[in-house]
């Protein structure tokens, strides 16, 4: 199959504006999708607009550095989501403590560690994270220690991402949005197409060129 075969096949601008307001919608773009659809007309589906407000105010606490704002928000919106979501609610306090030592507040940081973060170092899978985050105490300046990562941007989006993701499906709704699910489909299709035809015939798909043009 030739993928080029495809290129001038017509896609309907609803289809497209409904999946950039499902996109919206997951991540708690309410305002921006407002905007989409009073100027295209699409149709926004039927959402829980309370569950999107406090989804909306715990990925703002992750980013603003705030991650018990965040659990404790999170507790009162499914009270059993971060007890079943062992992983999660260790990520979140992880943070939490980052942030102590960043600011400084390293008594306070290890205070943190005996009380919440402790109980984890009984659980093999988390030792190593556990002792990572733990090392930054000996360094100076955290951003220049071989854990760096722990304190990037990136690192606290996808903390924030996970819990969004974990906080959608415990309210049974889809944990992935259709363009996640469609961008999905198509790499795994490139990537077929590239060990089927070689791949100079069909290079791996890239999102990133692609947005290129």
């Known amino acids: 199959m030739d993928p080029r075969q495809f290129a001038h ?9 409904s999946i950039v307001m499902s996109y919206l919608l997951h991540n708690c773009f309410n305002e921006t999708a407002d905007s989409l659809a009073s100027c295209t007309g699409v149709k926004q589906p039927a959402i829980d607009r309370d569950n999107l407000e406090r989804r909306k105010q715990i990925i703002h606490f992750i980013l603003e550095r705030k991650a018990l704002k965040a659990v404790e928000l999170t507790e009162q919106l499914a009270q059993d989501l971060l007890e079943k979501n062992k992983d999660l609610h260790f990520d979140l306090l992880c943070l939490h403590f980052v942030d102590r030592v960043c600011a400084g507040n390293c008594t306070e940081a290890l205070e943190f560690a005996q009380t919440r973060l402790a109980p984890f170092g009984k659980v093999p899978k988390y030792v190593e994270k556990l002792e990572d985050v733990m090392a930054l105490l000996a360094y100076e300046d955290p951003e220049k220690s071989p854990m760096f990562h722990l304190l990037s941007s990136e690192y606290r989006q996808q903390v924030a991402d996970n819990l969004n993701r974990t906080i959608l499906e415990h309210t049974n709704h889809p944990s992935y949005t259709p363009m996640e699910r469609i961008i999905q489909q198509v790499t795994v299709v ?24």
């Open 9 to 17: 096949t017509v896609v309907d601008d609803n289809d497209i504006h």
């Open 190 to 213: 490139r990537q077929y197409l590239t060990e089927e035809n070689g791949k100079d015939a069909f290079p791996p798909f890239s999102l990133k060129d692609s947005l290129k043009g």
